[in-house]
Each structure stands twice: as structure tokens, then as C-alpha cells.
């Protein structure tokens, strides 16, 4: 099994994220014979389910736990027989010498926990509400308190912002399929991109500068589409995302750091967001940062 057989499986068990499977199921549109593994990964498995032998449990073994549930109530014989002669003529099936029926005994005890459970939750729950209205008024009125600071909360925002970035790039990278518009135009690849988002990000080919475009896709960060850029620079490989964001909204001008080994820069440039991921030196990624996004001088 090699890692094209591993990425189909988990294609069949619906263990990868939106961009992932798109990303394959794009390169299975491409490789007629990885699409041919894919029809025989998935007829096999509806073979399986269809013809393969299962196996129930023998009568036998359930009548042999059932006969168990006297005999264990038998061992408790004189207590429950007190505690039936106690009971009063009015209790039908109770009196010297009567055995409870375990099967009864257990369901009435299920009864009694769900009781219980329902008489608890109007006190869970109203703990619960009163604790998180506890919580939502002192992150209003004192969010010291709670050691919510703006600025923190906005680095660890960021911060997963560019985990993710940097798991979309290198996701792009295992498929090897990293583009879904092949082109150094940018008069292609803008319209390409502009057509299935809604916005237009901007697209430069920098080949003089050395970070050559090579094309573009889709990708999802945050829960929302972005454009992918993706440029070469030598043997590096580059992603640009690129996506909308609220104006009004306070975010960092520039934030640098290294995730999983792979460097990251996030720019913040008239409403768009800028997150550059690369292997590449934090000086060459810098460069082609200022080309795409310049950092406004004063």
C-alpha cells in the first residue's frame, strides 16, 4: 500500500477536511487510473458489505446469561425474602420465601436512574446558565478578570489562522497537485479566480524580481474560501492566501513566525488579509511580501 492508497481510503471513510478531498478528488479527475483504484476500492467494499459472512450470537448464549440472573438473585434469597414478608399482603408476587424477578428488578432500577436524571437536569443546566452568565459579565464589564486582553486574544487568533494556512500548503504539497489554474498570465488567472470568489484579489507575476507565478487555486482558511497564489522561487515552493476581511476589525500590520518549520508572514492591506507560507528564508519570503503586500511607509 503506498500514499495514494492511503489518501483514497481515507477519501472512502470521509476522513479528510473540504480542501483536502477537493484537492484529490481533483487530481482523480485528472488520473483516469487513480480513479480506476478509487472504483475498486469502492466496489470491494460494497462487496464486503453485501456478501461477508456475520456472525450472531447463538441462542445458546443467551439463554445461559439469562439463567444466570436467577441464580445471582438466589444468592441474595434470605434478604430479599425478609424484605418480601415485610412487604404486606398487598404486593402481589412479595411474601416469605418470594424471589423478586431480576429482569424486573433491573428495569425498575433503569426507571429509577432516568428519574433521577431528569429530576438533576433543571439543576445542571440552570448551574450551567447561571455560571456562564457569570462568565459572559465579567468578560463585559472586566475582562482583566478574566485575563482577556484584546491584543492576546488576537495573536492566538492569528496564530491559528496561520497553522491552518501552513497545513493548506503543505496538503497542496502531498497531493502534488498544488494549482487549480496553470499560468504566469496574470490576465488569466485573475479572471479565473475573480469568477469563483467574491472578490478579486490581486495577481502579479514577479518572474524579474525571481518569485515566478505558476498559478492559482482555492483553499479554505477560517471557514471561508481564499484565493491561493502560488509563486516558485529556485527550488521553494510559495502559497499567497488571500482573503477578505472586516475593515473595522482590529488586526496585527504584520505578524511573523514559523510553524512546523515552515515560515509565515501575515499582512493586513485594504481589507484583504495576506498570509505568505514557504520553506524559503524569512528574507525571500519577505521580499515577495513587500512585492505582493507593501507595508505602508511612515
Request: proline residues 6%.
Amino acid at each position: 500500500m503506498n500514499d495514494d492508497d492511503l489518501w483514497l481510503d481515507a477519501l472512502l471513510d470521509d476522513e479528510l477536511d473540504a480542501a483536502a478531498s477537493l484537492a484529490l478528488q481533483r487530481r482523480i479527475a485528472a488520473e483516469p487510473a487513480l480513479q480506476r483504484r478509487l472504483d475498486d476500492k469502492r466496489a470491494l467494499r460494497e462487496v464486503i458489505r453485501g456478501q461477508a459472512t456475520r456472525h450472531a450470537a447463538p441462542d445458546e448464549l443467551r439463554a445461559n446469561l439469562l439463567a444466570m440472573l436467577p441464580a445471582r438473585a438466589d444468592a441474595h434469597g434470605p434478604a430479599q425474602a425478609d424484605a418480601g414478608a415485610g412487604a404486606g399482603p398487598g404486593k402481589a408476587g412479595t411474601g416469605a420465601g418470594a424471589v423478586a424477578d431480576p429482569r424486573a428488578s433491573l428495569e425498575r432500577r433503569g426507571s429509577r436512574a432516568a428519574a433521577r436524571r431528569r429530576m438533576a437536569l433543571p439543576w445542571v443546566t440552570g448551574l450551567g446558565g447561571a455560571l456562564l452568565a457569570s462568565v459572559c459579565t465579567l468578560a463585559v464589564v472586566a475582562p482583566g478578570t478574566l485575563g482577556w486582553h484584546r491584543g492576546e486574544a488576537m495573536t492566538t487568533l492569528q496564530t491559528a489562522e496561520a497553522s491552518e494556512a501552513v497545513s493548506a500548503h503543505t496538503r497542496a504539497l502531498l497531493v502534488d497537485h498544488p494549482i487549480e489554474v496553470a499560468s504566469s498570465d496574470q490576465h488569466t488567472v485573475r479572471p479565473w479566480l475573480s469568477a469563483r470568489l467574491n472578490f478579486v484579489p490581486p495577481v502579479t507575476d514577479f518572474a524579474p524580481q525571481g518569485y515566478a507565478l505558476v498559478g492559482a487555486r482555492r483553499d479554505v482558511l477560517s471557514g471561508e474560501t481564499a484565493a491561493a497564489l502560488v509563486y516558485r522561487h529556485g527550488a521553494h515552493v510559495i502559497s499567497v492566501f488571500v482573503r477578505p476581511v472586516d475593515p473595522t476589525a482590529t488586526r496585527a500590520a504584520e505578524a511573523t513566525r514559523v510553524v512546523r518549520g515552515f515560515n509565515v508572514i501575515e499582512r493586513t492591506q485594504g481589507g484583504l488579509a495576506f498570509c505568505f507560507v514557504s520553506d524559503a528564508n524569512p528574507h525571500e519570503l519577505g521580499t515577495l511580501a513587500d512585492l505582493v503586500a507593501p507595508l505602508a511607509q511612515g
